[in-house]
């Protein structure tokens, strides 16, 4: 089959010209154009063998992810009391993570309760601190004031 298509996997002026300007910019640019020149007429087949088996895994995967999540035993009556526990695990796990947000929640709020009494102790003594610092002041510029009008 010809192609008339620019670039195709063949020593077209094209193709060549893209391989020696992939070797000047970045030589595996280069060297990834040379493969496709010299193999690109095996890149569908290969593609399609890569999709297959892709294909494969993933179906694979699926399958043993049905299989996992609730493989039947053959006996009715115990499948139904098995996804009956199930369920009821679940709500319980559903639960126990209720109980662990409200805890969390009534933690921060005492963690912020007990910052703010801190936070509120250091503010009131500093302003006692900045008080008693300010009749210091008052008092010793009173003195030097005195002293001065004398």
Do not use: C
């Amino acid at each position: 089959m010809k192609s008339n298509a620019l670039i195709r996997p063949a020593w077209t002026p094209a193709t060549i010209a893209l391989m020696i300007i992939g070797f000047m910019l970045w030589w595996p640019l280069g060297l990834a154009m040379l493969a496709f020149i010299l193999w690109g007429d095996r890149l569908e087949a290969f593609r399609t063998d890569v999709n297959g088996a892709t294909d494969r895994v993933v179906a694979g995967w699926r399958r043993a992810a049905r299989s996992a999540s609730a493989p039947s035993t053959g006996n009715v009556a115990f499948d139904a009391w098995r996804d009956d526990e199930l369920k009821r695990l679940a709500e319980e796990r559903r639960k126990v993570e209720e109980m662990r947000e409200e805890f969390d929640t009534h933690m921060r709020e005492l963690r912020m309760a007990r910052d703010k009494q801190e936070f509120e102790s250091f503010m009131a003594a500093r302003r006692e601190r900045k008080t008693v610092e300010h009749e210091k002041a008052d008092q010793t510029g009173d003195l030097a004031g005195g002293a001065y009008a004398g």
